[in-house]
């Protein structure tokens, strides 16, 4: 399974709502908090190319964008796929 990159805020709903789904699909992922770690906020913007709200969300070297573009992937049956190694 390709690593799996959120960087998210603690008060924001969309982030919880998209941890939620990979933890539902079983998914280990690696989540940075740029409220507590505000330093990794411009690492985020280019990874993002200019995306500046959380979620942004990476599955392995894909910017999947946020949370609704997460769950449109799953409903079109692409999230697993991508996930796959």
């Given at each position: 399974?390709?690593?799996?990159?959120?960087?998210?805020?603690?008060?924001?709903?969309?982030?919880?709502?998209?941890?939620?789904?990979?933890?539902?699909?079983?998914v280990?992922?690696?989540?940075?908090?740029?409220?507590?770690?505000?330093?990794?906020?411009?690492?985020?913007?280019?990874?993002?190319?200019?995306?500046r709200?959380?979620?942004?969300?990476?599955?392995?070297?894909?910017?999947?964008?946020?949370c609704?573009?997460?769950?449109?992937?799953?409903?079109a049956?692409?999230?697993?796929?991508?996930?796959?190694?």
């Open positions: 399974m390709k690593p799996v990159e959120i960087y998210t805020s603690p008060l924001c709903g969309f982030c919880h709502a998209a941890k939620r789904l990979l933890t539902q699909k079983g280990a992922f690696t989540e940075i908090d740029v409220r507590s770690d505000p330093d990794r906020k411009p690492e985020m913007i280019a990874r993002a190319n200019g995306g709200t959380v979620p942004q969300i990476f599955i392995g070297e894909t910017h999947v964008g946020g609704d573009d997460l769950y449109a992937l799953e409903r049956g692409k999230l697993d796929p991508l996930l796959a190694a």
